[in-house]
C-alpha cells in the first residue's frame, strides 16, 4: 500500500511541474494579471488555476509579484522572475 501511495504523490508531483513550466513557456516578458493568466491555459476555474499554476510557479520562485506586499490585490500582476526558468 505504501508503494501507490508514493508513486501517487510523485505522479501529482511531476504533473505540477508540467504544468507550472507550461504556464512559464507561455508567460514571456510581460505582466499579466490572474485573469490573463488562465486565458492563456485556457482555464477557467480561479481555484484550480492558483492550487495547481500560479502558487507552485511562485513558491518555486519562477515568478513574481509585482506588489508583493498585498498578494489579494484586485490590482496585482505576476511576471517572469528571470529567464533562467528552462532547468525547471
Do not use: W
Not at 504533473?15 to 477557467?44: A, R, T
Not at 528571470?82 to 525547471?88: I, Q
Amino acid at each position: 500500500m505504501t508503494k501507490i501511495i508514493n508513486s501517487t504523490s510523485d505522479q501529482e508531483t511531476a504533473q505540477v511541474s508540467d504544468q507550472v513550466k507550461c504556464l512559464i513557456e507561455k508567460m514571456g516578458q510581460k505582466e499579466y494579471n490572474l485573469s490573463e493568466l488562465m486565458s492563456l491555459l485556457d482555464l477557467l476555474h480561479c481555484a484550480t488555476f492558483q492550487r495547481n499554476y500560479l502558487n507552485p510557479a511562485l513558491e518555486a520562485g519562477l515568478i513574481e509579484r509585482m506588489l508583493p506586499d498585498k498578494p489579494k490585490s484586485p490590482k496585482q500582476k505576476y511576471r517572469l522572475k528571470n529567464d533562467d526558468f528552462e532547468k525547471y
